[in-house]
């Protein structure tokens, strides 16, 4: 069974513009969660996806959003970049709520620096 | 706010030796989950534990789920230099989410 994927894997953005990422969950689940990554903050949930509708959303600026396609995929976008948006970007998925406990399954990131 | 501290936050240590992660809250959780990450890669999963008590071996590494469900940890045995990563612990709530503990940066030496 293929594993999570992301694209692009890595993306060189200047302050200002904006920004999509793409997320391909393993097949068969349902909920995808986003997470930024970065050295001193460690791993902060951005929000999840569960039957393309937001579940749960973290503490972060609207200048983040999501969605989820019917076939599972998700995107997430920022928009008018900021320096401390530099950061590896993660996608989960997992089975959906209530199922399989909700273990992650992580796609390998994609690292994004802002100029 | 629920939080999940874990400790220590960064271990450097032999080749060989023991070593013994935490990860602690004062609130309760339905299920720990217990991941490592390496360098430019996504976290893996390497357990759950879901009953208070609960011991879970896998190889070198042993995973405790406390008894009031409020607290974790990972030991591993005769480290070795592929131990090295970065280990997180997630709590999860009743309606599923999680909350994830800061890590814990492990080096082995050789």
């Known amino acids: 069974k293929a594993g999570v994927t992301q694209t692009p894997r890595y993306l060189i953005k200047t302050r200002g513009q904006q920004v999509t990422l793409s997320c391909s969950p393993i097949s068969g689940h349902r909920s995808v969660s986003w997470y930024q990554q970065t050295p001193g903050q460690g791993l902060q949930f951005l929000f999840e996806y569960f039957s393309e509708t937001q579940r749960n959303k973290g503490n972060f600026p609207g200048r983040f959003s999501g969605r989820q396609f019917s076939n599972s995929r998700s995107e997430m976008n920022v928009s008018t970049l900021e320096l401390g948006d530099s950061a590896l970007y993660l996608c989960a998925s997992s089975l959906g709520p209530g199922e399989g406990g909700n273990e992650q399954f992580f796609g390998p990131g994609t690292r994004l620096t802002v100029l | ?110």
């Not at chain 2, 023991?18 to 991941?35: A, K």
């Not at chain 2, 759950?48 to 990972?74: C, I, N, P, Y």
């Open chain 2, 1 to 110: 706010t629920q939080l999940l501290e874990q400790s220590p936050q960064f271990l450097s240590i032999q080749e060989g030796e023991n070593l013994t992660v935490y990860c602690n809250s004062s609130s309760v959780f339905s299920s720990l989950q217990w991941y490592r990450q390496e360098p430019g890669e996504g976290p893996v999963l390497l357990v759950t534990v879901v009953t208070g008590g609960e011991v879970k071996k896998l190889k070198r590494l042993t995973f405790q789920f406390g008894d009031a469900r409020k607290d974790s940890s990972l030991h591993i045995t005769a480290a070795q230099t592929g131990d090295t990563g970065l280990y997180l612990c997630a709590g999860a709530r009743s309606n599923y989410q999680l909350i994830w503990g800061a890590g814990t940066k492990l080096i082995i030496k050789p």
